[in-house]
């Protein structure tokens, strides 16, 4: 399963390629872009509709609140940026013009994590998590592969209020199929196991399942879970995670505060406890280089899962 | 139809009305901002009472027209506007602010006729254009409007949205400015002064209209002009008092955000008893 880096595919374009085939179908549907567009992938839609296309001009605060605003006399507003300038820049724009008033307003940011890359800490976002699920009426998502980015638009095209969908520039391998289920609130296991689980989003469900093998040959069988929507939570599946496994590896290109797996930990710690490793940037910030580079530097890779696992396990009560 | 040779002594004596009752809201909570909302009176009867197309018994009604009040603290004037063309029972000034009312501290949906919450400053003129942008779109004769505070226009995002309304040629857009020359700490040309105001909103590209906020019907014409213009929004710069109408009020910043307590009550009343007529 992706092995091929050939195959390998951007969240960002699957969200891109989306918009266009919801756009053409309903009118309503209008995209405001902090002038990256070509990054996020929206210019997909300005090309093919360009009358309701809104590039505002690098002025994040007012594509937040000119979309809210739209969004109040019947059309469903997409704003797309970077996710730094996007959650950080116009967070009081995302807290009372978007939650707050209920508006429904679709948040879709590409370029967070430290996969970014070359770009350094400035355009690697990893926070946007912590800020966006501490806000009443938001949903946020973070989809695995191509395939699920396009579900995930569909989605939350269909229905009313903000969400905040995280998309990767960095191309990630398909996991998924067409058929499969996408149910917003509802993870997706991708392996079963029962010695622990490995609960991750976005990129980091690639290199758990790495790490599923390269645990299987130590005996070690790992559970893998695509937790795709951080808010709202699939609790359900943690705690029966923890009652089945006993043991639990959260991991995301994200900080460690206030993440997947902080949310992870508020469940373990209020539904059923047991050892918790969290595989997340340690309340460091990112810098230039390649993806691998930064993941193996940042100790995001399946060897650190690994590591994790084998924590999470040896804390395990006899 | 809007009555443009309206009779200035009845409208005097609702301006005198809406002051007391804002003053007496503000008193019964204990809290809440007097100064900005005295200020703007004149502005919410000229857009109530002549120039929004608006429904009270049908506070959604599809065409009507949208002020976004975008200095959310000037909800006692907003709610007591409100209350006073049949949006909801004047009763419910008395809660204002107290747990369990509809009437939050600073303006909210859950009041009827309010557009959007606010209360954060530097909203309100960016949601303002997109609802301007989606009647264009639709092709809807509705106008939008927002009222901003000066201190409020201190905020960068107002400039952001005073960039994309010219942009869009948002001529169904009009801003209006309650330039009551004070603000939270003291007077704004001290903070940070905001002249030359009219050169800035013209050089952005907006049609500026300045005018005495307190006299109808400089406001009313100014609205006449933000109709007749084409392609371009209008801002109206409306020179007002902070805390006009009481005496020991007015021009002090420390009537931003403070309750009258009995007494003061008592003779802020009595002064405006004066002017109008005695309930």
């Given at each position: 399963?992706?092995?091929?880096?050939?195959?390998?595919?951007?969240?960002?374009?699957?969200?891109?390629?989306?918009?266009?085939?919801?756009?053409?179908?309903?009118?309503?549907?209008?995209?405001?872009?902090?002038?990256?567009?070509?990054?996020?992938?929206?210019?997909?839609?300005?090309?093919?509709?360009?009358?309701?296309?809104?590039?505002?001009?690098?002025?994040?605060?007012?594509?937040?609140?000119?979309?809210?605003?739209?969004?109040?006399?019947?059309?469903?507003?997409?704003?797309?940026?970077?996710?730094?300038?996007?959650?950080?820049?116009?967070?009081?724009?995302?807290?009372?013009?978007?939650?707050?008033?209920?508006?429904?307003?679709?948040?879709?940011?590409?370029?967070?994590g430290v996969t970014v890359g070359e770009?350094?800490?400035?355009?690697q976002?990893?926070?946007?998590?912590?800020?966006?699920?501490?806000?009443?009426?938001?949903?946020?998502?973070?989809?695995?592969?191509?395939?699920?980015?396009?579900?995930?638009?569909?989605?939350?095209?269909?229905?009313?209020?903000?969400?905040?969908?995280?998309?990767s520039r960095a191309p990630l391998?398909?996991?998924?199929?067409?058929?499969?289920?996408?149910?917003?609130?509802?993870?997706?296991?991708?392996?079963?196991?029962?010695?622990?689980?490995?609960?991750?989003?976005?990129l980091?469900?690639?290199?758990?399942?790495?790490?599923?093998?390269?645990?299987?040959?130590?005996?070690?069988?790992?559970?893998?879970?695509?937790?795709?929507?951080?808010?709202?939570?699939?609790?359900?599946?943690?705690?029966?995670?923890?009652?089945?496994?006993?043991?639990?590896?959260?991991?995301?290109e994200?900080?460690?505060?206030?993440?997947?797996?902080?949310?992870?930990?508020?469940?373990?710690?209020?539904?059923?406890?047991?050892?918790?490793?969290?595989?997340?940037?340690?309340?460091?910030?990112g810098?230039?280089g390649t993806p691998q580079e930064l993941l193996k530097f940042y100790?995001l890779?399946?060897?650190?899962?690994?590591?994790?696992?084998?924590?999470?396990?040896?804390?395990?009560?006899? | 139809?809007?009555?443009?040779?309206?009779?200035?002594?009845?409208?005097?004596?609702?301006?005198?009305?809406?002051?007391?009752?804002?003053?007496?809201?503000?008193?019964?909570?204990?809290?809440?901002?007097?100064?900005?909302?005295?200020?703007?009176?004149?502005?919410?009867?000229?857009?109530?009472?002549?120039?929004?197309?608006?429904?009270?018994?049908?506070?959604?009604?599809?065409?009507?027209?949208?002020?976004?009040?975008?200095?959310?603290?000037?909800?006692?004037?907003?709610?007591?506007?409100?209350?006073?063309?049949?949006?909801?029972?004047?009763?419910?000034?008395?809660?204002?602010?107290?747990?369990?009312?509809?009437?939050?501290?600073?303006?909210?949906?859950?009041?009827?006729?309010?557009?959007?919450?606010?209360?954060?400053?530097?909203?309100?003129?960016?949601?303002?254009?997109?609802?301007?942008?989606?009647?264009?779109?639709?092709?809807?004769?509705?106008?939008?409007?927002?009222?901003?505070?000066?201190?409020?226009?201190?905020?960068?995002?107002?400039?952001?949205?005073?960039?994309?309304?010219?942009?869009?040629?948002?001529?169904?857009?009009?801003?209006?400015?309650?330039?009551?020359?004070?603000?939270?700490?003291?007077?704004?040309?001290?903070?940070?002064?905001?002249?030359?105001?009219?050169?800035?909103?013209?050089?952005?590209?907006?049609?500026?209209?300045?005018?005495?906020?307190?006299?109808?019907?400089?406001?009313?014409?100014?609205?006449?002009?933000?109709?007749?213009?084409?392609?371009?929004?209008?801002?109206?710069?409306?020179?007002?008092?902070?805390?006009?109408?009481?005496?020991?009020?007015?021009?002090?910043?420390?009537?931003?955000?403070?309750?009258?307590?009995?007494?003061?009550?008592?003779?802020?009343?009595?002064?405006?008893?004066?002017?109008?007529?005695?309930?």
């Open positions: 399963m992706g092995e091929n880096m050939n195959d390998w595919v951007a969240t960002r374009d699957g969200f891109g390629q989306e918009l266009v085939k919801i756009g053409k179908e309903n009118e309503k549907i209008v995209v405001f872009s902090g002038d990256l567009e070509d990054a996020t992938r929206a210019e997909y839609f300005k090309k093919e509709i360009p009358e309701r296309f809104f590039n505002l001009g690098i002025a994040e605060q007012d594509v937040v609140g000119t979309a809210a605003g739209m969004s109040l006399v019947g059309y469903v507003a997409f704003a797309s940026s970077f996710a730094v300038f996007m959650t950080n820049r116009a967070y009081d724009m995302i807290r009372l013009d978007l939650c707050y008033n209920d508006c429904n307003v679709k948040i879709v940011c590409s370029h967070a770009d350094g800490a400035s355009a976002c990893l926070e946007d998590f912590a800020i966006m699920r501490v806000l009443p009426n938001i949903k946020v998502i973070c989809p695995v592969d191509t395939i699920e980015a396009a579900k995930a638009t569909r989605w939350m095209a269909s229905v009313h209020g903000p969400v905040y969908m995280r998309t391998p398909i996991l998924t199929k067409a058929e499969d289920d996408f149910v917003v609130g509802k993870a997706n296991c991708l392996r079963p196991g029962h010695d622990v689980t490995l609960i991750a989003c976005g980091m469900v690639y290199e758990s399942l790495q790490a599923a093998e390269i645990l299987k040959k130590e005996g070690i069988d790992a559970r893998v879970i695509n937790m795709h929507t951080i808010k709202p939570l699939d609790e359900k599946t943690i705690v029966a995670a923890a009652k089945e496994t006993g043991a639990i590896v959260s991991a995301e994200h900080q460690m505060y206030g993440g997947l797996g902080s949310a992870v930990a508020e469940v373990l710690a209020q539904k059923h406890p047991v050892p918790l490793e969290m595989v997340a940037v340690k309340d460091q910030f810098q230039s100790h890779k399946d060897v650190d899962i690994v590591e994790a696992a084998r924590r999470a396990i040896k804390r395990k009560s006899k | 139809m809007p009555v443009r040779n309206a009779d200035l002594k009845a409208l005097h004596e609702q301006a005198v009305l809406f002051r007391r009752e804002i003053l007496e809201t503000v008193h019964l909570a204990g809290s809440g901002h007097p100064g900005g909302s005295l200020s703007a009176v004149e502005i919410m009867i000229a857009l109530y009472g002549y120039q929004l197309n608006h429904r009270p018994q049908e506070p959604l009604w599809p065409d009507r027209d949208r002020l976004i009040v975008s200095k959310g603290h000037c909800s006692p004037v907003t709610y007591v506007t409100l209350a006073n063309y049949g949006y909801f029972p004047k009763a419910e000034l008395k809660g204002f602010r107290k747990f369990g009312s509809i009437l939050q501290g600073h303006v909210h949906v859950k009041v009827p006729g309010v557009e959007f919450n606010t209360g954060s400053l530097g909203h309100g003129l960016s949601v303002a254009c997109g609802i301007a942008l989606g009647a264009k779109m639709s092709k809807k004769s509705f106008n939008a409007y927002c009222l901003l505070g000066d201190g409020e226009i201190q905020e960068g995002s107002v400039w952001e949205a005073a960039m994309t309304a010219p942009h869009y040629h948002l001529d169904n857009l009009c801003a209006i400015v309650d330039y009551n020359k004070v603000q939270e700490n003291g007077p704004v040309n001290e903070i940070k002064n905001l002249e030359p105001l009219a050169d800035k909103w013209k050089c952005f590209g907006w049609q500026v209209i300045e005018v005495d906020g307190h006299q109808l019907p400089a406001l009313l014409k100014a609205f006449d002009e933000f109709a007749a213009i084409d392609g371009k929004p209008t801002v109206i710069i409306a020179h007002t008092i902070k805390g006009k109408g009481v005496s020991f009020m007015e021009g002090k910043a420390g009537w931003h955000g403070k309750a009258p307590n009995a007494e003061q009550l008592k003779v802020a009343l009595a002064e405006l008893a004066v002017l109008g007529k005695d309930k």
